[in-house]
């Protein structure tokens, strides 16, 4: 029992760190806080869990084995992480696309989430990129980027770039089954509330509110519906939308 105790404590702190760099990627920052909690308490659990084991009493733990434990889970901790992201580091599996050669190793990577398929991420990543340049403008001031493995910056910013909606990325989407997720859902109310913002819309509405309800209403239908072409011109998405504004209106 005190062996299988170790082991999962360990197996926990692998997946906690693993969990923090796909988490960190994606939403592009280490230092959210629903990851730092999360995280946290994964590796205050292993500790507790490995340092128990150890224990001769149930519940009863010495201190030299919660401080050695801790020290250990840490260092263990930090090895994944630096493991993970020396990995990603590393440019892998390349596309070939007018005369470009772009690594999809971290747009790969930074979409195991969301797209739970190998073959389909690959599938989605390559679409992504071809999109990308075959748009004479964005070619011309991403190219540098993404031949030299910033696939990653590349998408963060294009997310926020006006011509986003006209590179039809929805027919990227259709073709692969993305699953909702947190991080997901976060990206993209990020992405509308920076367009709502400072607009007639917000001097009227609680943006935030609206992007909540927005959410709520889209994650009742599976992903690749809401990003069919020609879903917000639905009469199903201006229900929604109609719902969603006089929820938000401010008194």
Known sequence: ???????????????????????SRQLGTPFSPGIMVGVFLMVAFSIWLIASAFSKRKYHLKPMHVIITTLVSIVTFAIVVLFSLSSEVTPRHFILVNGIR????????????IIPDLKERETFCECFVEKIINDPELKLK??????HNKIDKVFNEIETNPKFSELGIENCITSVKIEWTDELAHGMKKSWIKELSETEFEEYNDVNKYCDCILEEYRKYPFE???????NESKLAKEIDDKCTGLSIRN
């Open 142 to 147: 991403y190219q540098g980027q993404l031949e």
């Open 1 to 23: 029992m005190k062996r299988i105790k170790i082991v999962i404590g360990f197996l926990i702190i692998y997946g906690a760190g693993s969990e923090y760099v796909d988490a």
């Open 102 to 113: 772009v690594p999809l190793g971290k747009c790969i990577d930074g979409n195991v989430r």
């Open 225 to 231: 519906k809401v990003m069919e072409d020609g879903f």
